[in-house]
């Protein structure tokens, strides 16, 4: 347990710490006035609103949609769903700048849309809203759907046989059963929408911005750090505030429900109805996944000359892509993988020996710990970037100029994920199973070898996996440390994005084509090894 | 020389005594079964002999070693879980040659041992298949092939067939008791059920709230419960209390013939239901016949006296009287068993081993 502390105590407590104190101390004393100066603001309290009111609706409009999604991915059988689950959970691994560049592609000026209909939806809210629906299916989908697979259907048979309708036996017997999961699943969306920050930088404007967003403008642009520091302190209290919620939610969930093998409760659909809703769910899948994804990938092929690879060929030289870098934007690629890789590890070890210590240990401290681990799921990663930078710039810790920098700040964000998927199996590990093998004569290493670790090690892939392409896609952090000559793929995007031009615009598609697939990849390889229990996500 | 010995233990779960002041003694290649309802402290009982479980106060002693401080895997004893505990990731030899591996024994020896011991449970040919494709009952061979493969010094079995259908029970415990007589293993089983104690043991320990409550060979504590905790844990239901004087007893249900030689004063009584006989309404104590229940060879009956609490006798299939007919019953002595004057009184008789 030492070592995840000390960890999130030196990676994430004191930068954080520094930067909150450097923006709200001056001459040695704390102006908490300030907190009252900047909520005051007009500006400021449009950006609060705006950021509460479009993760509500995000999330609304996200379980509307994917509550159907679960169902039909928990109790129907049908050829192609393996694949399918996967792909529909790409968006979520999916770096936000790409979901932003999609959407873009989709919504945006010269996008599908703009040509056929003169439609155009960015800078206006329902891009954003569109794709927070996009990038958060996933987890609805993930959570509520992995519960609803495994309840058993003779609970809502028995109420059938005692009387009630159809209707009223989901709304009394499985709802209740699924309340927890879907609430957790909504604090989730809730979370990531209201922290969110690439998707809104992109398709935003200058209209909208939600706090993170307002963070990042005062930090790097108007250089205002009491106000960001501020900014921070409010969405710190929101996220702490909507994580122990999540913790209380799940906890709730663990409670004694009968739970069932998924094989017993799938079926193929009957009757005109459940072949509607599959196909309606498929259709959504379509149009909200697989379309903004596609033209993504059209956009990126459809240079000047026609169709060809000619944005891809760009990314190879500094010249070809038109001087925005000082290295071929392609190099991109193998910092990224190697920066991903170094943080995989890290996240790995720190949230190995973290769930370790959960497993093993309880009560009130543990507990409170394990809430701990999430936070750097919700706090302004802008402000954790930037607190790397002034706080790990001295000795004994002086790694501003190291390349490890990067890798720190996004195993940070890996860790709560690879924490959520090994302590439930950690947790499933029957002790007995340990003292069977202890009765054979093994000692306490050797049982733990023999015994948790094979059933641990496929829980182990999975969560680097995740941590894998999290890191790989992470960009609020990255964006303030990753040095100019070393910038990763989304940082490379958004640079690209951020530049006038066709082929600016065409090499950051194809950019994010290349980081899409790589995450796609990773994970298709991670739905073969994940065959069995969902975790939390 | 005692093979296990348990001398004043006592495990403690927060206020509640699991096991109380529990002394024991096995001798070498004896079966000994310990019989209780469910709490009574049977399961805590494996879990200290095996190390899983440090006892509060007390000693055990493995072949007269005091086995204080003696982790779990040293001790060289077995125990079959209750649910079995297969590992899910091993085949059925992995399973079975486990222990075999931490010993260090060589390959071609696991072999041979994990295929003589598969003829041995009766799934020959078996090394390869999955644990989760094993019905219940052949996971139960596993498990115990698995327990035995290291020829622990004793095993012990946790509720061995708890789980399993009764047709499977009766022919297991029937083929437990001659791989263990074949190899002479010394076993310590816990069960909650009579009839596979009796079937299995030597030797029987009726364990009650973590004391024990009476020790015996089968037909000894079949014969002569201790005291009316044993005799309802039986199954007996005619327990009622007694004033005994010379060869008769004064009962709620009149006078009830005992055998010579029985405790006198104040007791409690048992009258096992083949020792009830009917007779026409006229003769002994006047009953009306309730329900009937149906065992096979013979019918057991409710009898309902006019007066003292219900009456449970065996009567053979051609006579069993109608529901609400009439009897008259009288009790014959020898099976008559004078017990105990109160449930206190009936100490634990445990610590006087086999000899």
Redesign the interface.
């Given at each position: 347990m030492a070592v995840p502390v000390a960890f999130f105590a030196i990676f994430f407590a004191y930068p954080v710490a520094a930067i909150v104190g450097r923006g709200l101390k001056a001459g040695g004393s704390w102006h908490w006035g300030r907190f009252g100066d900047v909520l005051s603001r007009p500006d400021i309290g449009q950006v609060l609103w705006f950021t509460t009111w479009q993760a509500a609706v995000s999330t609304a409009l996200t379980l509307l949609i994917a509550l159907p999604g679960a169902y039909v991915f928990a109790r129907f059988e049908f050829p192609g769903k393996q694949l399918l689950r996967a792909v529909v959970t790409v968006p979520f691994v999916l770096p936000t700048v790409v979901v932003g560049t999609a959407f873009l592609a989709l919504l945006g000026r010269g996008g599908l849309l703009d040509e056929l209909w003169g439609v155009r939806a960015d800078t206006t809210v329902w891009a954003i809203l569109l794709a927070h629906v996009f990038f958060n299916y996933a987890v609805v989908v993930r959570t509520v759907g992995g519960l609803w697979a495994q309840l058993d259907p003779r609970q809502e048979e028995a109420a059938r046989v005692l009387g009630a309708g159809r209707f009223a036996a989901w709304w009394r017997v499985t709802l209740p059963a699924l309340g927890p999961a879907v609430a957790a699943a909504a604090l989730m969306v809730f979370l990531f929408t209201f922290t969110s920050f690439g998707i809104v930088q992109i398709l935003g404007g200058p209209a909208y911005s939600t706090l993170e967003v307002e963070i990042y403008r005062q930090t790097a642009q108007l250089l205002d750090l009491p106000t960001a520091a501020v900014l921070t302190m409010v969405q710190f209290g929101a996220v702490g505030a909507i994580l122990a919620l999540h913790a209380w939610t799940v906890r709730r969930r663990e409670t004694a429900l009968k739970l069932v093998d998924p094989a017993q409760t799938v079926r193929r659909p009957r009757g005109a109805g459940q072949w509607t809703l599959l196909v309606g769910v498929l259709g959504t899948v379509v149009l909200l996944i697989l379309l903004p994804l596609g033209v993504l990938i059209e956009r990126s092929l459809d240079g000047p000359a026609g169709y060809g690879f000619d944005y891809y060929r760009a990314l190879r030289s500094v010249e070809a892509s038109g001087g925005t870098f000082l290295v071929p934007p392609l190099e991109a690629v193998w910092n990224s993988l190697r920066y991903a890789l170094t943080a995989t590890v890290i996240a790995l070890v720190v949230g190995g020996l973290a769930a370790a210590a959960l497993t093993r240990r309880a009560g009130r401290l543990v507990r409170g710990f394990d809430a701990l681990l999430m936070l750097p799921l919700g706090v302004s990663a802008v402000t954790v970037g930037f607190g790397f930078l002034i706080t790990l710039d001295e000795p004994p810790l002086d790694l501003r100029a190291s390349w490890i920098l990067v890798p720190l700040a996004q195993a940070l964000v890996g860790v709560p994920f690879v924490v959520r998927i090994m302590l439930p199996v950690l947790r499933a590990v029957?002790g007995?199973?340990r003292?069977?093998?202890?009765?054979?004569?093994?000692?306490?290493l050797?049982?733990w070898r023999?015994?948790d670790l094979?059933?641990v090690r496929r829980a182990v892939l999975v969560a680097a996996g995740f941590a894998f392409a999290v890191s790989l896609g992470e960009f609020g952090a990255t964006v303030f440390i990753a040095r100019p000559d070393r910038p990763t793929l989304p940082v490379a995007v958004a640079r690209l994005l951020g530049r006038p031009g066709d082929l600016n615009y065409g090499q950051a598609m194809a950019l994010s084509t290349v980081l899409m697939v790589v995450c796609a990849v990773s994970l298709l390889v991670l739905e073969r090894i994940r065959t069995d229990r969902s975790g939390e996500f | 020389m005692a093979l296990l010995t348990l001398e004043d233990v006592t495990v403690r779960f927060g206020r509640r005594a699991a096991l109380d002041a529990v002394d024991l003694r096995i001798a070498e290649h004896e079966i000994v079964c310990v019989l209780g309802p469910s709490g009574s402290g049977k399961s805590t009982l494996l879990r200290v002999v095996a190390g899983l479980q440090p006892p509060d106060s007390g000693r055990v002693l493995l072949e007269d070693a005091d086995q204080a401080g003696i982790p779990v895997h040293r001790r060289g004893v077995g125990l079959m879980f209750q649910d079995h505990q297969l590992f899910p990731q091993r085949d059925v030899g992995g399973n079975v040659a486990f222990g075999l591996r931490i010993r260090g024994e060589s390959r071609g020896e696991q072999r041979r041992r994990v295929t003589e011991l598969l003829d041995l449970v009766g799934l020959p040919g078996a090394e390869r298949r999955a644990v989760a494709a094993l019905s219940g009952g052949e996971q139960q061979r596993v498990a115990l092939a698995r327990a035995l493969a290291p020829r622990p010094r004793l095993l012990m079995l946790d509720e061995p067939l708890g789980q399993l259908d009764r047709s499977l029970r009766e022919r297991l415990v029937v083929e437990l008791r001659g791989v263990f007589a074949q190899l002479g293993t010394t076993v310590l089983a816990v069960t909650h059920d009579q009839g596979e104690a009796f079937a299995l043991a030597d030797r029987v320990v009726v364990m009650r709230d973590g004391r024990v409550a009476q020790t015996g060979t089968p037909v000894e504590v079949w014969q002569r419960p201790a005291s009316a905790f044993v005799a309802r844990f039986l199954g007996f239901d005619n327990v009622v209390p007694a004033t005994v004087r010379g060869d008769v007893a004064d009962t709620p249900w009149g006078k009830v013939p005992v055998p010579a030689d029985s405790p006198q004063g104040p007791r409690t009584l048992l009258v096992r239901p083949a020792g009830v006989r009917l007779g026409a309404p006229e003769d002994g104590l006047r009953c009306t016949v309730g329900a009937r229940t149906f065992r096979g060879s013979h019918v057991a009956v409710l009898l309902r006296p006019t007066d003292g609490p219900e009456v449970e006798a065996e009567c053979a299939l051609r006579d069993v009287p109608d529901e609400g007919a009439t009897v008259g019953i009288s009790f014959a002595a020898e099976d008559v068993v004078v017990l105990a004057e109160t449930e206190e009184a009936a100490a634990p008789t445990g610590g006087n081993g086999a000899d």
């Amino acid at each position: 347990m030492a070592v995840p502390v000390a960890f999130f105590a030196i990676f994430f407590a004191y930068p954080v710490a520094a930067i909150v104190g450097r923006g709200l101390k001056a001459g040695g004393s704390w102006h908490w006035g300030r907190f009252g100066d900047v909520l005051s603001r007009p500006d400021i309290g449009q950006v609060l609103w705006f950021t509460t009111w479009q993760a509500a609706v995000s999330t609304a409009l996200t379980l509307l949609i994917a509550l159907p999604g679960a169902y039909v991915f928990a109790r129907f059988e049908f050829p192609g769903k393996q694949l399918l689950r996967a792909v529909v959970t790409v968006p979520f691994v999916l770096p936000t700048v790409v979901v932003g560049t999609a959407f873009l592609a989709l919504l945006g000026r010269g996008g599908l849309l703009d040509e056929l209909w003169g439609v155009r939806a960015d800078t206006t809210v329902w891009a954003i809203l569109l794709a927070h629906v996009f990038f958060n299916y996933a987890v609805v989908v993930r959570t509520v759907g992995g519960l609803w697979a495994q309840l058993d259907p003779r609970q809502e048979e028995a109420a059938r046989v005692l009387g009630a309708g159809r209707f009223a036996a989901w709304w009394r017997v499985t709802l209740p059963a699924l309340g927890p999961a879907v609430a957790a699943a909504a604090l989730m969306v809730f979370l990531f929408t209201f922290t969110s920050f690439g998707i809104v930088q992109i398709l935003g404007g200058p209209a909208y911005s939600t706090l993170e967003v307002e963070i990042y403008r005062q930090t790097a642009q108007l250089l205002d750090l009491p106000t960001a520091a501020v900014l921070t302190m409010v969405q710190f209290g929101a996220v702490g505030a909507i994580l122990a919620l999540h913790a209380w939610t799940v906890r709730r969930r663990e409670t004694a429900l009968k739970l069932v093998d998924p094989a017993q409760t799938v079926r193929r659909p009957r009757g005109a109805g459940q072949w509607t809703l599959l196909v309606g769910v498929l259709g959504t899948v379509v149009l909200l996944i697989l379309l903004p994804l596609g033209v993504l990938i059209e956009r990126s092929l459809d240079g000047p000359a026609g169709y060809g690879f000619d944005y891809y060929r760009a990314l190879r030289s500094v010249e070809a892509s038109g001087g925005t870098f000082l290295v071929p934007p392609l190099e991109a690629v193998w910092n990224s993988l190697r920066y991903a890789l170094t943080a995989t590890v890290i996240a790995l070890v720190v949230g190995g020996l973290a769930a370790a210590a959960l497993t093993r240990r309880a009560g009130r401290l543990v507990r409170g710990f394990d809430a701990l681990l999430m936070l750097p799921l919700g706090v302004s990663a802008v402000t954790v970037g930037f607190g790397f930078l002034i706080t790990l710039d001295e000795p004994p810790l002086d790694l501003r100029a190291s390349w490890i920098l990067v890798p720190l700040a996004q195993a940070l964000v890996g860790v709560p994920f690879v924490v959520r998927i090994m302590l439930p199996v950690l947790r499933a590990v029957d002790g007995r199973l340990r003292e069977a093998a202890a009765v054979l004569g093994a000692s306490p290493l050797r049982a733990w070898r023999e015994v948790d670790l094979p059933m641990v090690r496929r829980a182990v892939l999975v969560a680097a996996g995740f941590a894998f392409a999290v890191s790989l896609g992470e960009f609020g952090a990255t964006v303030f440390i990753a040095r100019p000559d070393r910038p990763t793929l989304p940082v490379a995007v958004a640079r690209l994005l951020g530049r006038p031009g066709d082929l600016n615009y065409g090499q950051a598609m194809a950019l994010s084509t290349v980081l899409m697939v790589v995450c796609a990849v990773s994970l298709l390889v991670l739905e073969r090894i994940r065959t069995d229990r969902s975790g939390e996500f | 020389m005692a093979l296990l010995t348990l001398e004043d233990v006592t495990v403690r779960f927060g206020r509640r005594a699991a096991l109380d002041a529990v002394d024991l003694r096995i001798a070498e290649h004896e079966i000994v079964c310990v019989l209780g309802p469910s709490g009574s402290g049977k399961s805590t009982l494996l879990r200290v002999v095996a190390g899983l479980q440090p006892p509060d106060s007390g000693r055990v002693l493995l072949e007269d070693a005091d086995q204080a401080g003696i982790p779990v895997h040293r001790r060289g004893v077995g125990l079959m879980f209750q649910d079995h505990q297969l590992f899910p990731q091993r085949d059925v030899g992995g399973n079975v040659a486990f222990g075999l591996r931490i010993r260090g024994e060589s390959r071609g020896e696991q072999r041979r041992r994990v295929t003589e011991l598969l003829d041995l449970v009766g799934l020959p040919g078996a090394e390869r298949r999955a644990v989760a494709a094993l019905s219940g009952g052949e996971q139960q061979r596993v498990a115990l092939a698995r327990a035995l493969a290291p020829r622990p010094r004793l095993l012990m079995l946790d509720e061995p067939l708890g789980q399993l259908d009764r047709s499977l029970r009766e022919r297991l415990v029937v083929e437990l008791r001659g791989v263990f007589a074949q190899l002479g293993t010394t076993v310590l089983a816990v069960t909650h059920d009579q009839g596979e104690a009796f079937a299995l043991a030597d030797r029987v320990v009726v364990m009650r709230d973590g004391r024990v409550a009476q020790t015996g060979t089968p037909v000894e504590v079949w014969q002569r419960p201790a005291s009316a905790f044993v005799a309802r844990f039986l199954g007996f239901d005619n327990v009622v209390p007694a004033t005994v004087r010379g060869d008769v007893a004064d009962t709620p249900w009149g006078k009830v013939p005992v055998p010579a030689d029985s405790p006198q004063g104040p007791r409690t009584l048992l009258v096992r239901p083949a020792g009830v006989r009917l007779g026409a309404p006229e003769d002994g104590l006047r009953c009306t016949v309730g329900a009937r229940t149906f065992r096979g060879s013979h019918v057991a009956v409710l009898l309902r006296p006019t007066d003292g609490p219900e009456v449970e006798a065996e009567c053979a299939l051609r006579d069993v009287p109608d529901e609400g007919a009439t009897v008259g019953i009288s009790f014959a002595a020898e099976d008559v068993v004078v017990l105990a004057e109160t449930e206190e009184a009936a100490a634990p008789t445990g610590g006087n081993g086999a000899d």
